[in-house]
């Protein structure tokens, strides 16, 4: 079964600076995705990232970057430039196919990030 | 914009009364989805829909059933709510090809039971 670990249940963050949230897996599988999203607190999930098992290149999207050590198993997002409106609960996920079909996804525990003026 | 809308925001039940939560998405993918996510915990799915076809996790109560009458609608019933079933509900879609395909979420629908 796969298993998602973030270790870190809040994080302070001072406003402009940068941030990385932590994210390490298990899996036998050799090919996997990996997803960050972002919750607020009026509770919508919303994709950030994404990043596949066979991409050789970390993946970015604007503001946000993931750090991907496959020999470490972990995948940790950093935030550049923190804005007060990053403040959320940040959750990171594992695909794996799902019986009939799609795709399931194992979350973690989550980070609630706090950025500060 | 092309999205997923959940009805209503929220929702209040008194136990054991049926419920119904309701899903649609205006992105026509193909894999509609249903998570229970609860106080300070992770989503946890509860079943799927690829097209036509339900497919329900090993751990989900019976309480618990969907139905989906068309590619934009989905719905969440729960015929006999505790007080251990209130919780935000997730509706999510996807399309079925592409590893890299993200879910896409709705608002969800905070449920409270009295």
């Known amino acids: 079964a796969q298993k998602i670990t973030q270790t870190q249940p809040g994080m302070f963050v001072q406003e402009k600076e940068a941030v990385t949230l932590d994210c390490t897996y298990d899996t036998s599988d050799q090919s996997y995705g990996l997803f960050w999203y972002k919750q607020p607190s009026s509770g919508e999930m919303i994709f950030l990232i994404y990043q596949g098992s066979y991409d050789e290149q970390n993946a970015t999207e604007g503001r946000y970057s993931l750090n991907f050590q496959k020999a470490r198993k972990s995948a940790n997002l950093v935030i550049s430039a923190s804005q007060l409106g990053d403040s959320a609960m940040y959750f990171c996920a594992m695909r794996e196919a799902a019986t009939g079909g799609g795709n399931k996804l194992t979350f973690g525990t989550g980070t609630q990030l706090k950025v500060e003026l | 914009d092309a999205m997923v809308i959940q009805n209503p925001r929220y929702q209040v039940t008194q136990f054991g009364k049926p419920v119904t939560l309701s899903c649609s998405q205006t992105?026509?993918?193909?894999?509609m989805y249903w998570y229970q996510q609860k106080s300070s915990q992770a989503p946890k799915l509860l079943f799927h829909y690829y097209d036509k076809d339900f497919n329900n996790e090993a751990d989900t109560p019976d309480n618990f059933q969907s139905r989906r009458p068309n590619t934009s609608f989905c719905f969440l019933d729960i015929r006999s709510p505790g007080l251990g079933d209130a919780a935000m509900y997730l509706c999510a879609t996807s399309r079925d090809q592409g590893r890299s395909q993200p879910q896409h979420f709705g608002d969800g629908t905070r449920l409270s039971i009295l």
């Open positions: 992105l026509n993918h193909n894999v």
